[in-house]
């Protein structure tokens, strides 16, 4: 009788004060349906929460011995993957969120791409679902072309090479050769190391057979810290590497540059200010009305353009705060390194 060796798949996410996410996560992670060979580890980096989620995961570990709570004493995203990845067993490591709930076969489909293209780094379109109207208005605009720039991680058919994943997942000698995650970024980590897989001759692949569905921010305010921050620590990103991650992430820091220009300009020349707003606003019009169809809720019609105008408004904010500190040495402040949710 021929016995086949057992390979092992490690599961890593960072978390902090997630006590009312902590038991959902883990019945989702812990639910993966694996191919048969496959055994799953999940290890959650937990940084140092003091809301009641470090006794939670402690108490879920002791049940089930696949999971495993280890510390972040960095508390940021980026120091709790590289403390998972230090503890990680697996010949494959697969990255996920707290606030995102994966399909029972999401696993399994990453392996089955891995096996398929040969690629370095697999993972699936990012799926938003929204609560209560401003909730889902706001993943109505995130999934929406218009509002993204045609991001292909945003397309749930989408199948073939890209330029960042959603999440991810690798074999674990991508790491090897690569390093973790760069632990001078608080946010964009992920797209940091992907743009530094590309830059080496690595091969991201995503796959419209990878499901999960991501819960985003639920009011305006939490949208627009979150895209301050996203924002912030995209020029550290860039100098780093010299370019972007693409093009695309440029834009809002262009339109805040031409509102403030316009708005210098406005005692003298007002038309180019009233020129732009007057643009803006019909695309804004032109956006909601295209995220509202793709979402099919109508309903979301008249929350829409704020939606929109707090993805641009706040990422471009941020992106000329995060040069200006760059230009003058500054390191960032609690509001840029602070975890927002």
Same mark, same amino acid.
């Not at 403030?260 to 732009?276: K, Q, S």
């Given at each position: 009788?021929? /016995? ?13 004060? +997630? ?9 989702? %992670? ?10 799953? +580890? ?81 993972? =699936? ?114 100098? /780093?590497?010299?370019?972007? =991650? ?16 316009? %708005? ?78």
């Amino acid at each position: 009788m021929i /016995k086949h060796s057992v390979q092992l798949v490690s599961v890593i996410a960072p978390c902090r004060n +997630e006590r009312a996410a902590i038991d959902a996560f883990c019945a989702s %992670a812990l639910a993966q349906q694996l191919p048969p060979g496959w055994q799953l +580890e999940v290890l959650v980096a937990d940084g140092l929460s003091d809301d009641g989620t470090r006794q939670r995961l402690a108490e879920r570990a002791a049940q089930d011995a696949r999971l495993a709570l280890i510390d972040n004493p960095g508390r940021i995203v980026s120091s709790g993957l590289n403390a998972a990845l230090a503890q990680a067993r697996g010949s494959v490591i697969v990255r996920f969120d707290i606030h995102t709930e994966f399909a029972p076969d999401y696993i399994a489909e990453c392996l089955a791409a891995l096996a398929r293209t040969g690629a370095d780094n697999v993972g =699936g379109p990012w799926v938003a679902r929204g609560q209560g109207a401003m909730g889902r208005a706001i993943a109505a605009a995130f999934q929406c072309r218009w509002v993204v720039g045609g991001a292909r991680s945003r397309d749930l058919a989408y199948e073939g090479e890209a330029d960042t994943l959603y999440l991810g997942c690798w074999p674990r000698a991508v790491f090897e050769r690569f390093g973790g995650f760069d632990e001078q970024l608080v946010r964009n980590q992920d797209d940091e190391h992907n743009l530094r897989l590309r830059l080496h001759g690595a091969r991201l692949w995503q796959s419209a057979r990878i499901h999960s569905v991501y819960q985003p921010r639920a009011s305006l305010r939490q949208l627009f810290s979150q895209q301050l921050q996203y924002g912030y620590w995209r020029p550290f990103v860039m100098r /780093k590497h010299g370019q972007p =991650g693409s093009l695309r992430q440029l834009v809002p820091a262009l339109f805040v540059a031409a509102l403030a220009g316009g %708005a210098l300009l406005a005692p003298w020349w007002a038309w180019p200010l009233m020129l732009l707003l007057a643009s803006y606003a019909l695309y804004l019009a032109g956006a909601a009305l295209a995220a509202a169809r793709q979402a099919g809720e109508w309903g979301l019609l008249a929350r829409l353009p704020a939606v929109i105008a707090a993805y641009h408004l706040g990422y471009g904010v941020g992106t000329w705060r995060g040069l200006l500190d760059i230009l003058l040495r500054r390191r960032a402040g609690q509001q840029w390194s602070r975890l927002t949710r």
